[in-house]
Nanobody, 117 residues
């Protein structure tokens, strides 16, 4: 069974930084080949792509995030990260981790990020 557990969210001031983590279990054999991604959902809005790694290779970013956020992974730990900097109040919302392999999608429960002074 595949599980994704996000952590690292919290309250941060505008201009600050946070690093989110997503530990993936149950996909160890295929982790380096899986597509993994971070999504963002602001209150009352659709979920949107922040950043992801396609098939374990190419990294892509959503237009609103590319200059400020960085996707990375530690294959030995089966964990993906999202380094967020220059945070803005509009970055407030829930950040979800997704893994996809062989046509199956798996989501974490999300972690709340609040950017406020």
């Amino acid at each position: 069974q595949v599980h994704l557990v996000e952590s690292g969210g919290g309250l941060v001031q505008p201009g600050g930084s946070l690093r989110l983590s997503c530990a993936v279990s149950g996909l160890e054999r295929f982790f380096t080949l899986a597509t993994t991604a971070w999504y963002f959902q602001a209150p009352g809005k659709e979920r949107e792509l922040v950043a992801g790694r396609i098939g374990g290779a190419r990294t892509i970013y959503g237009d609103s995030f590319e200059s400020r956020f960085t996707f990375s992974s530690d294959n030995a730990k089966n964990t993906v990260y999202l380094q967020m900097s220059s945070l803005r109040p509009e970055d407030t919302g829930v950040y979800y981790c997704k893994a996809q392999y062989w046509g199956h999608e798996y989501w974490g429960q999300g972690t709340q990020v609040t950017v406020s002074s």
